[in-house]
């Protein structure tokens, strides 16, 4: 098919986008037609055969996702590439659930969108039309719109209409739950079971048992039958936590049911066969434990059909705003409490590494909003409440920090660190006698209530944590 026959249609209220768009497109030799919102663009596409259209979410009338369902319900639909200014977990996960090509936040690069029509306009040709698509649904709110987050998204709604086996790796606290808990809340099996089994917290003669349940006396203690994990996941989805904890023998096991879909609870001889989606996760490297013949290598690669790596949070520090307003929010209702998160917060937060990763940044946040939500904090709040971190480094160790973070106003937010620090020790030696921490200072009484105002310094003596005047 030449290019004259691969009609595509650029779809965007934006109309400068348009322009952009259908330019470099007709430039390539395309025949390239456009419009304003989506019904307009449903009107074309009934009148017009296209292989590929470019469309916008965010438009009047009828946005993009409401046109790309109308789109993907056609006998033989155009593939489609979404561009929007608006990005965000949900958009991404729906679009791709519906079958887009691609998800592309603007601003993009032109050779992007160049690179990205030509894979689309080859899968048109020679895909297979399938047409079965799934209604969405809400999930617990996975937050980042990093571009390794965005890929995930993507990787997400592909596979959730499907019943790939799913391995999701990455450290503790980078939020593999709820990367498994959005698979299967965005899939077919949404209405029913998802049933948690997590490997590392339960004794390992105990895990078959939950696993494929016992007969009664089937061994000391097994009063009654009781059915497992497994069975009790029919038609749903079975998420298996810290798999690399799993002993060997019972990996055989294991390996048999996601093969067959069967299993027999202990004691019994009777195969009971259930249909359930298996998705596993871990923080171990499973490559090195099938090396070291710790985990087998059959069950490895069954369960890795899709597998998805989330970043540990060090490695996408631009999430971390939204993280953080994100966890604030939620505290704040939750407590009735009305924290400030403000922009020296902010630069604080994405100095540090975060091993604990998204689990330890919600956890901080909710101490921050607990003990200091009647105030309106600075950088240096976020340090005084991790006890043997923060408060033993040097000031050439926070300097260095500094400097790596690459973060902007360097000589501004380290000497608001280094002051404030010095603020708090002498107010504490005078025992809040701003008088005498003046004189040491060897500033004015009147600078010092400067200072202390702008750096919101609250004195460690003060339990009802009021604001120093």
Not at 93 to 119: N, S, T
């Amino acid at each position: 098919m030449n290019k004259k026959e691969q009609k595509i249609l650029v779809v965007d209220n934006d109309r400068t986008i348009v322009w952009v768009i259908e330019k470099a497109l007709s430039d390539e030799g395309y025949e390239v037609d456009t419009a304003t919102e989506g019904k307009s663009a449903l009107a074309l596409i009934e009148d017009k055969t296209y292989s590929l259209v470019i469309m916008d979410i965010k438009m009047p009338v009828m946005d993009g996702l409401t046109a790309l369902k109308h789109i993907r319900e056609l006998s033989n639909p155009p593939e489609t590439i979404i561009i929007t200014a608006h990005s965000s977990m949900e958009n991404t996960v729906e679009a791709m659930k519906l079958g887009a090509f691609d998800y592309v936040v603007k601003p993009f690069d032109i050779d992007e969108i160049l690179g990205l029509v030509k894979r689309a306009l080859k899968k048109y040709e020679n895909r297979e039309v399938s047409t079965k698509r799934f209604k969405t649904d809400t999930t617990e709110k996975i937050i980042g719109d990093s571009p390794a987050m965005r890929e995930l998204y993507k990787i997400l709604g592909r596979v959730a209409s499907t019943d790939s086996s799913v391995l999701i790796t990455g450290e503790t606290g980078t939020g593999k739950d709820l990367f498994a808990r959005a698979i299967h809340f965005h899939s077919k099996r949404r209405d029913n079971p998802f049933i948690t089994v997590n490997c590392a917290s339960i004794p390992a003669e105990l895990l078959e048992s939950e696993l494929f349940g016992h007969e009664k006396g089937a061994f000391t203690g097994a009063a009654v039958q009781r059915a497992g994990k497994c069975e009790l996941a029919d038609g749903g989805t079975l998420f298996l936590d810290e798999i690399g904890t799993m002993r060997l023998d019972l990996q055989a096991k294991l390996l048999r049911f996601l093969q067959h879909s069967e299993f027999e609870r202990i004691g019994s001889s009777k195969t009971l066969r259930v249909d359930v989606r298996v998705i596993a996760a871990t923080n171990a490297d499973l490559i090195k434990l099938t090396e070291n013949g710790l985990f087998r290598e059959d069950l490895f690669y069954r369960l890795m059909v899709v597998p998805i790596d989330i970043l540990p949070l060090r490695k996408r520090k631009e999430d971390i705003p939204a993280l953080a307003k994100y966890f604030v929010n939620n505290y704040n209702t939750k407590y009735g409490l009305n924290f400030k998160l403000t922009e020296e917060h902010i630069t604080a937060l994405k100095v540090r590494e975060w091993p604990g990763n998204v689990r330890e940044l919600e956890n901080y946040i909710h101490r921050l909003v607990v003990l200091r939500s009647d105030i309106v904090g600075t950088a240096e709040d976020v340090s005084l409440g991790i006890p043997g971190r923060r408060n033993a480094e040097n000031i050439d160790s926070v300097v260095s920090e500094l400097i790596e973070s690459g973060i902007p106003e360097l000589l501004e937010v380290t000497r608001g660190r280094i002051e404030k620090s010095l603020l708090i020790k002498v107010m504490s030696m005078v025992g809040d006698n701003q008088s005498e921490a003046a004189k040491k200072l060897g500033i004015s009484r009147n600078t010092l209530r400067k200072m202390l105002a702008k750096y919101a310094i609250i004195s460690p003596y003060n339990t009802t944590s009021r604001r120093r005047q």
